[in-house]
Structures are given as structure tokens and as C-alpha cells.
T-cell receptor
Framework: GENVEQHPSTLSVQEGDSAVIKCTYS??????FPWYKQELGKGPQLIID?????GEKKDQRIAVTLNKTAKHFSLHITETQPEDSAVYFC?????????FGAGTRLTVKP | NAGVTQTPKFQVLKTGQSMTLQCAQD?????MYWYRQDPGMGLRLIYY???????DKGEVPNGYNVSRLNKREFSLRLESAAPSQTSVYFC????????????FGEGSRLTVL
């Protein structure tokens, strides 16, 4: 089955700096790559996603890039704010087999 | 706008006891899922239901059973709880099977002593 590796496990940045979280996957058949944000005591919430026929997608301060050849995808958050502090999960999906990375705890220091 | 509702939010069990986690969604979604979340391991799929009347095993189904009661409700049952089942359980729903976009509930924290 699919195996998703996520790095780093923790990330601390100063408010206004950029944050980058990287994931790799193993199953070349995976075709959908979502990113979820989980705040304390809440369920994960989709923040951005990308499909395999696209290399990059942006939504305001958030962008995701996908390199299908290398089986890498990354989340980029620019101009970070304290409210961006949360745990972020990447995932790779092939039909109903969605596998998640272990998560990155992002702390944005004011 | 309830979305996905899980009950109970917290539960403590003794080894060998049984219990059922309830999940209901009001978004008219076809697919529903149960995940468990453990520290350092992300979310792992236990069971899913692609549509009313069908259920399938996920990555870690052992020790669990599920019932898709109707389109809205999907329950997870632990017949004989074990300490290894101590975890946070999340129910999720999706408009279409395989679409990938999941809407999660707020979680149920289960401790098995």
C-alpha cells in the first residue's frame, strides 16, 4: 500500500516568515494530494489540495507544489500569522486508499 | 450547520468491555469513514462505507466492526476493548467515493485501561 513520509515533525517560525512542509509518497498511482490543518481539540480541516495533472496551486498565502516524477509534494505558507499555528497533515489518495503523513506541528511566534 | 457529529467525545473503558461510537452527517454525503489518530502516526483508516449498504476494511480493521445504519449514520463498535485501542477516533464523510475531500468530526477520545 501507499506510504507517506512527512518532514519536519515540528517547525517553529517567526511571524511573517515562510513555512515549508514536505511530503513524499510511494504509490505512483496516487492522484490526489490534500493538506489538512488540525487545531487543538478539533478534527482536521482541508485547507488546499492538488490533483496529479497540476504542478502548483495557490490560495492566498498557501500554495502546494507537486513533482510526480520524484513523488514529492510540498505545502508553502507565506507571511505566517499566529493563527497558522496548528498540526498540518499531508495525504496521498488512490481511489479510496487515502494515507496520511505523521503530521507537522507548526508554531508561529509573534 | 452541524456537519459531522460524533458521540461520545470522551470514554474510558476497562479491557474486555464493549462500546459503540456513533457518527452522523447532515451533508447528504455518500461515503463515510472511521479513522484513528495516534501520536506520531497520523490518521489511519479503520473502515469505510462507500455508499449506504456497503462497508470495507481499511488499513487497521482488526478489533473493530462497523454498521452503515442509513445514509446519515455510520457506527464503529469495539467488541472487546484492548489497551492498544486507546486512541482518538475520527469519523469523516465525503461527497463521492474516491474524491478525496474529507469532512471530519471533532473526534472521540477513548482510553482503555
Amino acid at each position: 500500500g501507499e506510504n507517506v513520509e512527512q518532514h519536519p515533525s515540528t517547525l517553529s517560525v517567526q511571524e511573517g516568515d515562510s513555512a515549508v512542509i514536505k511530503c513524499t509518497y510511494s504509490d505512483s498511482a496516487s492522484n490526489y494530494f490534500p493538506w489538512y490543518k488540525q487545531e487543538l481539540g478539533k478534527g482536521p480541516q482541508l485547507i488546499i489540495d492538488i490533483r496529479s495533472n497540476v504542478g502548483e496551486k495557490k490560495d492566498q498565502r498557501i500554495a502546494v507544489t507537486l513533482n510526480k516524477t520524484a513523488k514529492h509534494f510540498s505545502l508553502h505558507i507565506t507571511e505566517t500569522q499566529p493563527e497558522d499555528s496548528a498540526v498540518y497533515f499531508c495525504a496521498a489518495n488512490n481511489n479510496n486508499d487515502m494515507r496520511f503523513g505523521a503530521g507537522t506541528r507548526l508554531t508561529v511566534k509573534p | 450547520n452541524a456537519g459531522v457529529t460524533q458521540t461520545p467525545k470522551f470514554q474510558v473503558l476497562k479491557t474486555g468491555q464493549s462500546m459503540t461510537l456513533q457518527c452522523a452527517q447532515d451533508m447528504n454525503h455518500n461515503s463515510m469513514y472511521w479513522y484513528r489518530q495516534d501520536p506520531g502516526m497520523g490518521l489511519r483508516l479503520i473502515y469505510y462505507s462507500a455508499s449506504e449498504g456497503t462497508t470495507d476494511k481499511g488499513e487497521v480493521p482488526n478489533g473493530y466492526n462497523v454498521s452503515r445504519l442509513n445514509k446519515r449514520e455510520f457506527s464503529l463498535r469495539l467488541e472487546s476493548a484492548a489497551p492498544s485501542q486507546t486512541s482518538v477516533y475520527f469519523c469523516a464523510s465525503s461527497p463521492r467515493t474516491g474524491s478525496g475531500e474529507l469532512f471530519f468530526g471533532e473526534g472521540s477520545r477513548l482510553t482503555v485501561l
